[in-house]
């Protein structure tokens, strides 16, 4: 069993393996780690540059395409490690031995079930000018009242610049699936990511089970990683759009108590609806009929995870007043006009 392995899925992501790999393998180099490259049923030449230009990467191929839920879940099931670390192939890494303070974090706590680095934008051209947040993580993720996420440096579309403002360790609700390390026994005693999701919110998932079943999650700011977004599926694209809002509804079933349910569902139906009206006012006719679809979807989902539900409840119900801000995001930042995190209530 090694330390730690770093796992990149890769879906027909040649060129983002060609750039952005190499600075991974450059800058992880420490005794016990190893890198690993998981093909998700790549089309493209990604197997081919993977064996000529990085024959020190260990490679899994899978036979198809699974989703990021799904891939990594068949991946990590052949890998023995104490700790995992997934890692998105559009990432890039510029510090040198960036995950020893993540990992002596995680060796000092035994508590901490996950952990990020701060994450930051990195742009096409390479280039991270402005010393921006990223918005799939920045400095670590909340869920407000109503289940709509948002992080330390990034509230909806607004990202901050990072000032050293979110520099303490503190705990999190979530930690980014673009550069997620977790204990590989936290990982699989609430069975891993739910591959149901296939992608989209499933990370965000994953730690409110760990939470859940007694972990804790941090943003370690000390280590800090670069990354594109968006590699996948942009923002705004419906397909993205559709899978965001199901997965949240279906997170919120699996995840709240019952009484908590009965509270938040109506309203969140009811604000679905507005995002929905709102997509439709603006002429974006596609974005407005995925959500729509997602709650129609979300519906129909409902009885298959009517168990599961039941599992996960068995802490949920002493412990969810915790895992959720008591306040909405929705109202602090359109109505108060509450951009950046700092302006947040404290709990």
């Known amino acids: 069993m090694c330390k730690l392995a770093i796992v990149i899925l890769n879906w027909n992501g040649a060129d983002m393996l060609r750039r952005y790999l190499p600075s991974v393998i450059k800058n992880s180099r420490v005794e016990g780690v190893k890198v690993v490259v998981a093909d998700n049923g790549s089309t493209d030449d990604s ?56 990992l002596d974090y995680m060796d000092l706590h035994p508590e901490t079930c996950a952990c990020q680095p701060k994450l930051m934008k990195l742009f096409a051209d390479n280039t991270s ?23 330390r440096g990034r509230i909806f579309n607004t990202i901050e610049q990072d000032k050293g403002q979110y520099d303490d360790v ?24 739910d591959e149901k999701f296939f992608a989209h919110m499933e990370e965000i998932d994953l730690c409110w089970r760990m939470r859940l079943n007694g972990g804790k999650i941090v943003c370690i700011t000390e ?27 279906i997170m919120l079933y699996k995840n709240l108590p019952e009484d908590r349910l009965r509270k938040v569902m109506p309203i969140r139906h ?9 997509f439709l006012l603006s002429g974006d006719f596609g974005n407005m009929k995925a959500v729509i679809k997602a709650t129609f979807a979300y519906r129909k989902m409902k009885k298959v995870y009517s168990k ?4 996960v409840q068995l802490n949920g119900d002493n412990l969810s007043s915790n895992y959720l801000k008591p306040y909405s995001i929705l109202w602090h930042y359109y109505v108060k006009g509450n951009k950046v995190y700092s302006s947040l209530p404290e709990d």
């Not at 599961?308 to 599992?311: D, G, V």
């Open 223 to 249: 280590s800090t990683a670069y990354h594109l977004g968006g590699a996948t599926l942009n923002q705004g694209n419906p397909r993205k759009t559709y899978l965001n809002f199901r997965n949240n509804l």
């Open 308 to 311: 599961q539900k039941k599992a």
């Open 129 to 151: 000018c402005d010393n921006l947040f990223e918005y799939a993580g920045a400095a670590g993720g909340y869920l407000d009242k109503y289940g709509y996420p948002f992080c």
């Open 170 to 193: 503190v705990p999190i609700h979530w930690a980014t699936g673009a550069a997620l390390l977790v204990r590989s026994k936290s990982y699989w005693e609430v069975d891993g990511l």
């Open 47 to 102: 197997i081919d540059v993977l064996r000529t230009c990085f024959p020190s990467v260990d490679l899994i191929l899978l036979d198809q395409n699974y989703g990021f839920a799904g891939g990594y879940n068949n991946a990590l099931k052949q890998i023995e490690a104490e700790y995992y670390l997934l890692l998105n192939s559009d990432v890039e890494i510029r510090q040198k031995n960036w995950i020893v303070p993540m």
């Open 270 to 278: 009811i604000l679905d609806l507005i995002a929905s009206a709102k």
